[in-house]
């Protein structure tokens, strides 16, 4: 078995189209469940070589079997892709690329890590809930009146003496 050991991406990175095909499959799923499309359909390889440049891309697997993407705010590191292969769920991969965020975060001075989910995924809110996520905030789309999505954080513990997440506020 590879290890479990995540792996900072450079751009040039010959994993680049593997990235693009795992965030591709974990993604499709919610295709025929969300209004508007996902941006995995806006990813490309291009792209990915912009977020490693830009921000962080971290793999785990020689495939890849897992990654995730980290880009700095002003008070969190936001979690903009999180995904495992389908065939590699359940070995703690997903939890080890939440904890190297939080390790980063904590290394940035960032207080929290974000991350949005759509609405109608409620098992990814439960699944980033066991994480130590809690929804912060709703938020929507432009051109839709309705919340698309909700915003959850989960706060660090060394860098936060408050750990209750403020009340919900919907934008």
């Known amino acids: 078995m ?12 010959p994993l680049i189209p593997g990235i693009l095909e795992l965030v591709q499959r974990s993604f ?13 359909f806006r990813l490309t390889a291009a792209s990915i070589q912009e977020q490693c440049l830009s921000g962080e891309v971290w793999t785990i697997g020689k495939q890849p079997d897992a990654c995730i993407f980290l ?3 002003e008070d969190c590191l936001y979690i903009g892709k999180l995904a495992v292969s389908e ?7 997903a939890k080890k690329l939440i904890e190297l965020a939080a390790d980063r975060a904590r290394c940035k001075g ?24 809690a929804k912060v905030a709703e938020g929507r789309h432009d051109g839709f009146s309705e919340p698309t999505y909700i915003v959850m954080r989960k706060y660090l513990e060394n860098l936060r003496s408050n750990q209750n997440p403020p009340a919900v506020q919907q934008s």
């Open 28 to 40: 499709a799923y919610m295709e025929p469940r969300i209004n508007p499309p996902s941006s995995m």
């Open 110 to 133: 960032l207080p929290a890590l974000e991350l949005n989910t759509r609405i109608e995924l409620v098992e990814n809110h439960q699944a980033f809930q066991r994480l130590g996520f």
């Open 87 to 93: 065939n590699m769920r359940g070995q703690g991969y």
């Open 2 to 13: 590879y290890p479990l050991s995540p792996v900072r991406a450079a751009s040039d990175d």
């Open 71 to 73: 880009s700095d705010k």
